[in-house]
Nanobody, 121 residues
Framework: QVQLVESGGGLVQSGGSLRLSCAAS????????MGWYRQAPGKQRELVAV???????NYADSVKGRFTISRDNGENMVFLQMNKLKPEDTAVYYC???????????????WGLGTQVTVSS
């Protein structure tokens, strides 16, 4: 059974920091690209940051220079360090595990239940 369990969300003032964690189980962690997505009320879910199985990273323009994604393959965990938080970062943050598929096959995606991040002005 695959589980992605997020933690570390909460209420923080503008300019503050939070560190999100995601513990993965039931998958061969090293094979998966791991990502953080977020969804604000009334908006679509959007990619925040991704770290590939080869540890390459990519960020949404809105968080570049403020957020850092990392992974610990020994502990099957992925992290999102969020600094200089802004009210517009307020959202539910979701952990994603993505397995790329060979040509003609369907990729595999797993999601956590999310953790709320609220940034007050």
């Amino acid at each position: 059974q695959v589980q992605l369990v997020e933690s570390g969300g909460g209420l923080v003032q503008s300019g503050g920091s939070l560190r999100l964690s995601c513990a993965a189980s039931g998958i061969i962690f090293t094979l998966y690209d791991m990502g953080w997505y977020r969804q604000a009320p009334g908006k679509q879910r959007e990619l925040v940051a991704v770290i590939t199985s080869g540890k390459k990273t990519n960020y949404a323009d809105s968080v570049k220079g403020r957020f850092t994604i990392s992974r610990d393959n020994g502990e099957n965990m992925v992290f999102l360090q969020m600094n200089k938080l802004k009210p517009e970062d307020t959202a539910v943050y979701y952990c994603n595990a993505h397995l790329q598929a060979p040509l003609g096959k369907t990729p595999v995606d797993y999601w956590g239940l999310g953790t709320q991040v609220t940034v007050s002005s």
